[in-house]
């Protein structure tokens, strides 16, 4: 978890996941593994990506009652991932739940995977906080909130757009995590996502990790795309 860019493995099958992995046989990724491989795959894929060397995302992004995120936490700290996250409205007793299962779960002599909470998805825009999900609230105001719930129940950090993180920065400190999506070069299209930024505005507003899917995995050369995210984020063109 040394390095702050996130790949997103949004495939369907581990063939596909194995042949964009190719591309990268020289390098340990930090990569996220979502709803659509994990559902598709099971838990065999994160064996075989951590046999492989990466530091691995779970993003699962839990929302149930306590203890069913309790008792779901528990078998996932076994299969030894790095990190995993749930949605912050579930609340404060779930997000808490979300921990004690992780203790419990994380084998010993393992560290406890990190938890993080989604605040606000990065596909949501003001109007539609505004006339959809009928919060009477800015966007900042959301997120700062949902952070400080997260904070509050133990939580290691959160997932928000990278617009909203010098706010974050300011209460909770440079440890608190901040993994931001909607991550796009300059000039391409966003597609579902809303709150966008380039990775090298990333960089400036702070954030500890950038996630990028189809920047990369989508792109007609995947390792060069790889290439310019990490010149673009030090600031080269
Ligand atoms: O939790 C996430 O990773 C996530 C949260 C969020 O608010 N927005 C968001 O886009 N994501 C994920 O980040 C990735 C973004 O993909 P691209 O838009 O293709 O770069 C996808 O795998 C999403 O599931």
Redesign the pocket.
Same mark, same amino acid.
């Given at each position: 978890m040394d390095q702050p860019f996130i790949v997103?493995l949004?495939f369907s099958s581990k063939e596909e996941v194995q042949s964009f992995l190719q591309l990268f046989s020289d390098t340990s990724l930090f990569v996220?593994v979502?709803m659509e491989l994990y559902f598709q795959e099971g838990p065999t894929i994160i064996d075989e990506l951590k046999q492989r060397g990466h530091y691995i995302?779970l993003?699962l992004?839990l929302h149930d009652i306590p203890n069913t995120v309790k008792r779901t936490m528990k078998g996932l700290a076994k299969l030894g991932v790095d990190l995993v996250?749930v949605h912050a409205s579930g609340g404060s007793a779930m997000m808490r739940a979300a921990l004690e299962g992780l203790e419990e779960g994380t084998p010993n002599g393992m560290k406890r995977p990190r938890c993080i909470a989604?605040t +606000?998805?990065?596909?949501t825009s003001e109007q539609m906080l505004v006339h959809e999900l009928l919060v009477d609230r800015t966007m900042k105001d959301t997120v700062l909130h949902y952070a400080s719930l997260a904070h509050d129940s133990g939580l290691d950090g959160v997932?928000?757009s990278a617009q909203e993180v010098p706010l974050l920065r300011a209460r909770f400190g440079p440890t608190f995590i901040t993994?931001t999506?909607?991550?796009r070069f300059a000039n391409e299209a966003k597609?579902? +996502?809303v709150r966008v930024v380039t990775p090298n505005e990333a960089k400036q507003l702070g954030t500890t990790y950038i996630?990028?899917?189809?920047?990369i995995?989508k792109a007609h050369d995947p390792h060069e795309a790889y290439e310019r995210l990490k010149r673009e984020w030090d600031g080269e063109q």
């Open positions: 997103a949004d996220k979502g995302f993003d992004k996250n989604v +606000q998805l990065t596909s997932v928000c993994v999506p909607g991550i597609g579902d +996502q996630v990028v899917g189809r920047s995995t």
